[in-house]
């Protein structure tokens, strides 16, 4: 037998490293990928605890609402933006108790998984972008 590896461990090889370099960038999909698991293993254990975060879905409306009372944004811009941001949060975090009451492998459930994960890592990669380009251009 051959000392050489084979050609799936150099290939898994060089997608860990790959993986390791640009791990920041890929930070919303490890953290969806832990929320999977973590659901299906709760939803195994005990269901029924999607009662108990259920009332937490509402909790980034609440903080947009509390926000927007205490300090109002001063263009349209900023408004339209933290709007958006508090819709997306809240669709993420209502995501949670359906998927301990349903199961995060019922097609519904996991076909809204993986859009909120799509556009968690796309706004994330915009983020990141433009905060670097800004950073970039004040230095």
Do not use: Y
């Amino acid at each position: 037998m051959s000392d050489e590896p084979t050609l799936t461990a150099l290939a898994a090889a060089a997608s860990g490293r790959w993986l390791w370099k640009h791990r920041r960038s890929w930070a919303p999909t490890g953290l969806a990928l832990v929320l999977l698991a973590v659901t299906g293993l709760v939803h195994l254990i005990e269901p029924r605890t999607a009662w108990a975060l259920a009332p937490l879905a509402l909790a980034p409306v609440g903080v947009w609402a509390w926000t927007a009372r205490r300090r109002p944004a001063t263009s349209r811009t900023a408004k339209t933006w933290r709007a958006l941001l508090a819709a997306a949060a809240t669709g993420a975090v209502g995501w949670v108790p359906l998927a301990v009451w349903f199961g995060p492998t019922v097609p519904v459930v996991a076909l809204a998984w993986a859009l909120l994960t799509l556009a968690a890592q796309i706004a994330w990669l915009i983020a990141r972008r433009l905060t670097t380009t800004a950073t970039k251009e004040t230095r």
